[in-house]
């Protein structure tokens, strides 16, 4: 089994940054990728960016130059962030942490909301 924790939504301005933080746990040895997806409200979850364990990374096009995907590794966890900078009202939605292993295998976390205000 794979722990799933995210951190790092809230509510912030137009044109202001977030961070957000997600710590995999458990069964982490056999990690295909991991990354990030969101889902606005009447919409379907797109994905926002992922990173594969070779560090080829890509971007949803309506993020791309303004969100960076990061990850590091820890002794029992490893770790995903999303820098999010120039946010607009159109990013506002729940963001879900995602990480599938090499069996094609998807594991969620429980999402944090970010809102961002006009």
């Known amino acids: 089994q794979v722990q799933l924790v995210e951190s790092g939504g809230g509510l912030v301005q137009a044109g202001g940054s977030l961070r957000l933080s997600c710590a995999a746990s458990?069964?982490?040895?056999?990690?295909?990728?991991m990354g990030w997806y969101r889902q606005a409200p009447g919409k379907q979850r797109e994905l926002v960016a992922r990173m594969t364990n070779l560090g080829i990374t890509n971007y949803a096009d309506s993020v791309e130059g303004r969100f960076t995907i990061s990850r590091d590794n820890a002794e029992n966890e490893k770790y995903v962030y999303l820098q999010m900078n120039g946010l607009s009202p159109e990013d506002t939605a729940v963001y879900y942490c995602?990480?599938?292993?090499?069996?094609?295998?998807?594991?969620w976390g429980q999402g944090t909301l970010v809102t961002v205000s006009s």
């Open positions: 458990g069964r982490i040895f056999d990690i295909d990728a």
């Open positions: 995602n990480l599938r292993n090499i069996w094609l295998r998807d594991y």
